[in-house]
T-cell receptor, first 111, second 116 residues
Framework: TQLLEQSPQFLSIQEGENLTVYCNSS?????LQWYRQEPGEGPVLLVT?????EVKKLKRLTFQFGDARKDSSLHITAAQPGDTGLYLC???????????FGEGTQLTVNP | KAGVTQTPRYLIKTRGQQVTLSCSPI?????VSWYQQTPGQGLQFLFE???????NKGNFPGRFSGRQFSNSRSEMNVSTLELGDSALYLC???????????????FGPGTRLTVL
């Protein structure tokens, strides 16, 4: 059983559509991070959220950290083919602990 | 600044052999973490090194080991390779590591290991 559960695992949409990816846990995290990974590359950090209820925006991407710091979501508005990739959430349960990753959501945006 | 580099990028080995992978962190970064990425398990933490000392360890058998040198470069070794060790091995560096949300990890492109 994964400590961080991501859903959906796979998502294929058309350009211009909106989507939301979820990252859930029964455990509390001191911080959560979202990464994007493209084929042949390592994950690249998109955002870190540390405060319960926090919302961060990065252009067309909106990240939210749940009030109880057990879950997070990533919403993409008007998806573009360049958004295609593997989206990973990861978290530290406590400051100083290792980073735990979810299994990822493979997003494909079709032109 | 140059990013995290990993060598080799691709490796093919047979069962029973051993392998050594190398990671050069971003200049100034003292923490290096290693991860195994497979389609079924996602990214699994192997270990973290800081100032030449292993600071954190994941749930992998003793066949997986690592070390860090005084210049922060790190190597990981897998002995007696098994088919299930086929994976993408990722290295990440950060300034201090194990720092909660404040310390960003920068990943290398990975080494793709195939065990036949």
């Amino acid at each position: 059983t994964q400590l961080l559960e991501q859903s959906p695992q796979f998502l294929s949409i058309q350009e211009g559509e909106n989507l939301t990816v979820y990252c859930n846990s029964s455990s509390v995290f001191s911080s959560l991070q979202w990464y994007r990974q493209e084929p042949g590359e390592g994950p690249v950090l998109l955002v870190t959220v540390v405060t319960g209820g926090e919302v961060k925006k990065l252009k067309r991407l909106t990240f939210q950290f749940g009030d109880a710091r057990k879950d997070s979501s990533l919403h993409i508005t008007a998806a573009q083919p360049g958004d295609t990739g593997l989206y990973l959430c990861a978290g530290h349960q406590t400051s100083g602990s290792r980073l735990t990753f979810g299994e990822g959501t493979q997003l494909t945006v079709n032109p | 600044k140059a990013g995290v580099t990993q060598t080799p990028r691709y490796l093919i080995k047979t069962r029973g052999q051993q392998v050594t992978l190398s990671c050069s962190p971003i200049s100034g970064h003292r923490s290096v973490s290693w991860y195994q990425q497979t389609p079924g398990q996602g990214l699994q933490f192997l270990f973290e090194y800081f100032s030449e000392t292993q600071r954190n360890k994941g749930n992998f058998p003793g066949r997986f080991s690592g070390r860090q040198f005084s210049n922060s470069r790190s190597e990981m070794n897998v002995s007696t390779l098994e088919l299930g060790d086929s994976a993408l091995y990722l290295c990440a560096s950060s300034l201090e590591g194990s720092g909660g949300g404040a310390d960003t990890q920068y990943f290398g492109p990975g080494t793709r290991l195939t065990v036949l």
